[in-house]
């Protein structure tokens, strides 16, 4: 395209839309197309100041305005699925054949649409391009972040199942969600302040005291996490009940990696196995996987370290030693960056075909903003 686009964002003030407008400020996006922020609750007020972009229009359009919307060759939306579900139809319907590229879930699995994964899946990418698709959608950030760290082990075909266990951060449910776990975590210290001040204090009266304030936590103090308080604990469910034994986040797993990868019926082949276990924990803004592979064939480790290391210019490979894995393969480690590190890579006890590794990733970058704005370059460069 030759042009400047016409680029429309909306939920731009949210968390993964504001950390969008520091990834699309610092990569210097906004040079090259025309910016025009939508906002579906301050229309007609001023567009925000960000650095980097001078705003084709200085007030805010109607997020629900079809006929503004209308206007432009590409929306961005991170506004939720609330959002889309109530906009994509009739803007479709009213005639738009723009590009829609959206952090939400709700058109993810539909055959007109694309998960967007370039690093990992330009080929799929590529292809829906030239057949016309315009429907980009971001991954679930568990998925992406696992792909970003591994995927050279999908482009290889040399998986045949994957079963993982999820470590997730605070920042998947939202920012209420961050915000309650660490007022959880300052409750639970206040509890115990004194005593533990007092070198001379029996840690199980401690123990004692920060469990009682657990179970005493009100309604509104774990509201985000549907009562359940985080702060010092782990919850082994995350979203929706699927009747079957699994959670949605669990089944989001499969389904949406093999989409990304371009496997499944929407392509014509079979399906990889893959399952999962999703916890969530007391982390802020990363989430941790690990990983169970059984291998289509036996690759010497040195080769599968070298493929991973080598897939991307985000993984970082960390050897399976204690030192760097402590140093290097941890949430804080990873958070507000875009580093991806893979570690403690070995062949399992079950023989030589399984293999075990562990990744992270920051889940509002690779998680969520990043694949939107480099599509938004694809289409530029396209
Ligand atoms: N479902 C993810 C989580 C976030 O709750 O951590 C969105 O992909």
Known sequence: MSLPLQVGLVGWRGMVGSVLMQRMSTERDFDAIETTFFSTSAAGKAAPKIDGCTVFEPILKDGNNITALKA???IITCQGGDYTKAIYKPLRESGWKGHWIDASKILRMQDDSIIILDPINMPVIQKA??????NWIGGNCTVSCMLMGVGALYKAGLVEW???STYQAA???GAPNMRELLTQYGALYGEVADLLADPASAILEIDRKVAAKQHAFTPAETENFRGIPLGGNLIPWIDADRG???????????AETNKIMGLGAMFGTPEIPIDSTCVRIGSMRCHAQSLTFKLTKDVPLADIELMIANDNEWVSFVPNEREKTEKNLTAMNVAGTMNIPVGRVRKLAMGPQYLGAFTIGDQLL??????LRRMLRILQES
Do not use: N
């Not at 391009?129 to 315009?134: F, M, P």
């Not at 690779?366 to 694949?371: D, F, N, Q, R, V």
């Open 244 to 254: 079957d034994g699994t959670s949605l986040e669990e089944w989001k797993g499969g």
């Open 162 to 164: 994957m079963q993982t």
């Open 366 to 371: 690779w998680g969520a903003a990043e694949p």
């Open 129 to 134: 391009l030239a057949k016309g698709v315009t």
């Open 72 to 74: 432009m060759d590409v």
């Open 171 to 173: 920042s998947g449910g």
